[in-house]
């Protein structure tokens, strides 16, 4: 049987519960479609880091290395100051594994109800496509000068061609495969007159190569208005490394609950693993108590096997996903239901299961 290498990284918080939920599923899946999940687990978290001082061990990456995908749950706990967590494992796992792509589908399913009035399924679904490993997020050139009162503190933006170009080709030729063919970029060449103007120029020029795509580009701040008042206006979206951060929340949003939104942190070329995380985060406000939403991460579960080939059990997974939300099966809290992480997950598992 084909055979996948999957390292689980649960992490912290919900990221506990949503994992083994999101694996129920895969493992359903791998069952009806015959192939063989070959899982290692790694309980590197924000405890890790209280007994050990680091969040994984200093060869964390290279074991990771050894697996074609990584299925995370969600970093950062209280306690554990989150630049610290988050730059102690998710982070250098984007940047060592060249994760350049953060995939962020957003689609109101339809079941569920968008907290904006009367929109439907068909007009809410479009991809956030998020550049991952550099923009806003680099790590270079910081200063601090303190200690008196004009104390200040720098960062540096840095956006590379190759890191414009490989995002916006990407975005591009997604957009070239939806029946709408169209790409919308995120700016603030108003407001951020270095970064923001090259971003537009690398798109404009990107766009040359491809006649068929109709393009437009926003100002962030009203691109966000945008996505609550004409969400049906938007089929793939491409944004540096803080906007995608920020619309990908937003989308979510607009489409009914953060607690459904799945991502892929694509490295396209295959030279490292890829790695398969919901949207969200760890949750401590609704941890440990079984009612967290499963369903980003079961959702980010059929990415991953769409990355890895798998393609009718990837379809399987989200038609699961559609058809228990369409016809009342169970849901939790923030989708208005009252049911627990477990029995969505065992609800999914079993109609992906049964086909
Ligand atoms: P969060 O996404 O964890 O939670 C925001 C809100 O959404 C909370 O009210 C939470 O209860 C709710 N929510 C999130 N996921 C849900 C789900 N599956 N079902 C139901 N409700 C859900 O964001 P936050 O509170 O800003 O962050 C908490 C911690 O997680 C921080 O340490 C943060 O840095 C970290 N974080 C990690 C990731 C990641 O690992 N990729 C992403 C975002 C935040
Ligand atoms: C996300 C998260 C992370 C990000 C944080 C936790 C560093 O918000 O995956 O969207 O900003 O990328
Ligand atoms: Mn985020």
């Known amino acids: ?31 009806r479609f015959g192939f063989e999940l070959e899982l290692t687990h790694y309980d590197w978290s924000c405890e890790t880091y209280a007994k050990t001082g680091k969040m994984m061990p200093d060869d964390g990456l290279d074991q990771l290395r050894q697996s074609d995908a990584v299925f995370l749950g969600a970093v950062g706990w209280p306690g554990v100051p989150d630049n610290v967590s988050l730059w102690g494992l998710l982070i250098p796992m984007r940047r060592d594994f060249d994760q350049y792509i953060s995939l962020r589908p957003c689609r109101l399913m339809p079941g569920v109800r968008s907290p904006l009035a009367n929109r439907t399924p068909a007009e809410i679904d479009f991809v956030v496509v998020r550049e991952n490993t550099e923009g806003e997020y680099s790590s270079s050139g910081g200063r601090m000068f303190r200690g008196t009162e004009r104390e200040f503190v720098t960062q540096e933006s840095v956006f590379t061609r190759t890191g414009c170009d490989r995002v916006m080709k990407y975005a591009f030729e997604l957009a070239m495969k939806r029946p709408r063919k169209k790409l919308t970029s995120a700016t603030k060449s108003n407001g951020i007159t270095f970064t923001m103007p090259y971003w537009d120029e690398r798109f404009a020029e990107m766009a040359k190569a491809y006649p068929e795509i109709s393009t437009d580009q926003f100002h962030i701040d009203i691109l966000c208005a945008h996505f609550v008042q004409h969400p049906d206006w938007f089929d793939v979206v491409v944004a540096s490394n803080l906007f995608g951060d920020i619309l990908s929340d937003l989308g979510p949003a607009v489409a009914g609950s953060i607690g459904i939104a799945p991502s892929a942190n694509i ?5 490292h693993p890829s790695m398969f995380e919901p ?6 406000d609704i941890a440990g108590k079984g ?15 769409e990355h890895l080939g798998e393609h009718e059990a990837a379809a399987a997974v989200t038609d699961a996903i559609e058809s228990l939300l369409s016809e009342g099966g169970p849901r939790t809290r923030d989708l208005g239901g009252n049911a627990g992480t477990l029995e969505v997950g065992k609800a999914l598992a079993e109609v992906v299961g049964r086909g």
């Open 279 to 284: 949207v969200h985060g760890s949750a401590p």
């Open 1 to 31: 049987a084909r055979k996948h290498r999957i390292a689980v990284v649960p992490g912290d918080g919900i990221g506990k519960e949503t994992t083994p939920e999101g694996l129920r599923v895969l493992d359903a899946a791998a069952r």
């Open 267 to 271: 490295n396209p070329e295959r030279k």
């Open 291 to 305: 009612v967290a939403n499963p369903i980003a991460q079961i959702w980010s579960g059929a990415l991953m096997l």
